[in-house]
């Protein structure tokens, strides 16, 4: 209570949208940049959020958080971002309590990726929470959710066989390449953009082809030297991207752009050309279709594997799930306990104190009073006493803040609310 006022517990958020139901474009508009994520969790230290993180990558943008209401959490991304709260609200989910510590393990855990068991979010979700621990946006409830998270990801991946065979985004492009075009070790192939799944695609297609048609394209130019030394393919000035295109068969595009790179414009082709866009927000225009023998292809499709490995993982989910709920339950166990502590201290306190109160009473009334048996029995009672309630508060059909408050109430305690 502060002025005869009671404040508003925050509660645990998890807010966000997915490739479930927003499609690239959408999320492309909510996705997060490093600048947008820095400003982010500015504006929530200025709006006096006490913890969060925030996790933006190509299949979903999400925000962990405590808040009296989560819209606090959504007026934090759409204002860092270029979505609207009218289509968050369209496509977005908000998780509350049990449902967002839920969520994240399932998320953490690659249960929720759209290629299941894909392990690259959990580090994602390390990044995320370093960059609020140095914000000071990080209290002990969220460090040790996220910790516990982590070790469900090391014990699915140790434990389960839910992420063997190879299936990524950047597997699934090659996968295409070599279903869709002819003749594939003698065509020319073109990746403009070197961040990790262009790398990641350029591995693969080196270790799979093994032909010397690849010709890798950066912005910035040393960076696609270093990757071209490690995997001996050429490298061409950003300069030259429209000639290139024209000598291609293939153009893997995978920049981290936040408008199209490539459109109709910078397109004089002389022969087909399949486009493989592996970028989030899209970096093709949709324009390149008007122009004849162009194939345009969107990570969105990629993503849609449906083949054997993928089959193969679904019958490790139930053990992945086993392992979740078991270090969820220690977690829960872990948050109640802490809940409740302050009370069962102070329900102690207030025993010990009847207790001093009733002995003295005695002292005074017994001429053979003996002190330490006095001692020894009733703190014995006061433990047990106070362990009944311990048990009762940690019984998970217990609902703890009920009890607590009806405790406090019944022995007439300081609220342990602060």
Excluded at 284 to 301: K, Y
Aim: aromatic letters at 6%.
């Amino acid at each position: 209570m502060e002025n005869g006022i009671k404040i508003k517990h925050s509660s645990f958020y998890a807010i966000g949208l997915s490739y479930k139901k927003a499609d690239a474009e959408t999320r492309g508009r909510f996705s997060l940049d490093a600048v947008a994520q820095a400003k982010l969790l500015q504006q929530a230290q200025e709006e006096n959020i006490e913890s969060l993180i925030v996790t933006s990558t190509c299949n979903r943008t999400e925000i962990y958080g405590f808040a009296q209401h989560p819209f606090q959490l959504i007026k934090l991304l759409c204002e860092n971002s270029r979505g609207t709260v009218e289509e968050f609200q369209k496509v977005a989910y908000v998780y509350k309590g049990a449902d967002a510590i839920n969520h994240m393990f399932r998320v953490g855990t690659g249960l929720d990726s759209q290629i299941l068991g894909d392990f690259e979010i959990i580090s994602q979700l390390k990044i995320a929470f370093a960059q609020s621990k140095e914000e000071q946006l990080v209290n002990a409830f969220l460090e040790r959710l996220v910790n516990s998270v982590i070790q469900a990801s090391k014990k699915i991946k140790t434990e389960t066989e839910i992420s063997t065979g190879a299936t990524s985004v950047s597997f699934a492009a090659v996968q295409y390449i070599f279903k869709n075009v002819e003749d594939i070790s003698n065509k020319n192939i073109l990746l403009f953009g070197t961040g990790k799944i262009g790398r990641n695609t350029c591995e693969n297609l080196v270790k799979h082809t093994k032909h010397s048609h690849i010709t890798l394209i950066n912005r910035t130019k040393d960076k696609a030297e270093r990757l071209a030394r490690k995997l001996n393919v050429i490298v061409k000035d950003y300069a030259d991207l429209q000639l290139e295109i024209q000598n291609a068969d293939v153009l893997v595009v995978a920049t981290g752009a936040q408008n199209p790179t490539v459109d109709k414009a910078i397109l004089n082709l002389k022969k087909p050309l399949t486009i493989l866009d592996l970028s989030i927000p899209k970096n093709v225009h949709e324009n390149v279709m008007e122009i004849p023998g162009v194939t345009l292809v969107h990570m969105d499709q990629l993503s849609q594997i449906t083949d054997e490995t993928l089959e193969n993982r679904k019958q490790h989910i139930p053990a992945a799930e086993a392992i979740i709920e078991e270090i969820k339950e220690e977690f829960i166990a872990w948050t109640k306990q802490r809940k409740f502590a302050p009370t069962i201290h102070a329900l102690k306190a207030k025993l010990n104190a009847i207790k001093e109160g009733e002995l003295n009473v005695q002292r005074k009334k017994m001429s053979n009073f003996d002190e330490e048996q006095a001692e020894i029995i009733t703190a014995r009672i006061i433990q047990k006493i106070t362990n009944h309630f311990a048990n009762h508060l940690k019984d998970e059909n217990t609902p703890v803040d009920e009890s607590i408050e009806w405790i406090e109430k019944v022995f007439q305690l300081a609220s342990s609310e602060k």
